[in-house]
């Protein structure tokens, strides 16, 4: 039985056909809440579901401006849908709490541990948090890719043993579910990489996310350390069943890879935040994802960008373009460049302070 567990509930788990909440399903994935939430298991809420549950409440939202109509439905729906909440959880006699959070609130590393400590202190005292995206506030090029995205990020800050991601299919299948001979991928290991091979980029009725994201974001968050599921949220008792890890459940389950150091984590969602960039070749490529512990050496850079200081945090990336990792900066830019023909000068990112995507 897991101990603590993030559980992502997605807006067409949540909402009816006929785009009204569905209490009746609201209430039987609380009802497991209750029941694990008693066992003594700590649970963090991320809802979806306030933008779908505003829309069945507001009669002409102003459709040629997709800003504003997000920020009208949500702000509207996200009352509805988190006192819908509140009373089904004051019935088995627990307090939940309402948490909007935006991306930029992981951006620094204080506000980031802010974020953290109210998280901690809300499950101290037993109450479950429900954590949305301020879609109010948030605007476009600084929103999460979806509530996938969110939940992951949430549940590497808080070290939950595990990370439940409930739409409305059961997993990850190897082609177009329901085309002939295509079947359900009951386990990800950390080496599967390419999940675009089977995953088609079709998104759902109301959710933002698709299942590419889904399977991305549970790829990052397995090699945190945290086990991730996804499976069906319309799927009798589910969530109780996927917290006693039966395996009769029909999902994917992606294996949890070594737990990382806390900063490190940190580090993990920041990458949209700093425009700093050290690019560097093959060698320092395969030397950094090599088994053995690796700072990155002056010597490896082919170019960098920006004017660092000591301290910033640098994009890493490759040969091919492609991003690879995050590192703080052990000095600045002024004097690896000084330095940069000095094959034995200090890393320029030492290994406890580098973070590498799977
Ligand atoms: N935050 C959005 C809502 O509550 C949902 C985002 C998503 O689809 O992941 O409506």
Redesign the pocket.
Known sequence: MYKSITVKI??NVLTRPDRQLDLERISHLTDQIATLHKKGIKIILV????????RGMVANPPKKDPVSERQL??SV??IK?VSTYASLFEAHGITCAQVLVTKEDFRTREHYLNMKNCLSVLLEHNIVPII??N?AVSVTALM?T???E?AGLVATMMNTEAYFILSNVDGIYTGNPGDKGVKLIEEISGTTTDLSAFITAKKSN????GMLTKGRVAQNTAAAGIAVHIANGTQQNVLVDLAYQKTSVAHTRFVPGTPRPAVKKWMACSADFTNWEVHINKGAREALYSKKATSLLLAGITSMRGDFKKGDLLRIIDHEKRLIGIGKAQYDRQKADEHLKDPKYKPLVHYDYLYLFP
């Open positions: 997605g807006s809802s979806s579901g306030a933008v779908a549950s505003g439905l949500s729906g996200q849908l949305n995206e879609d999460f979806d509530n996938d969110l109301f959710g933002r996310g």
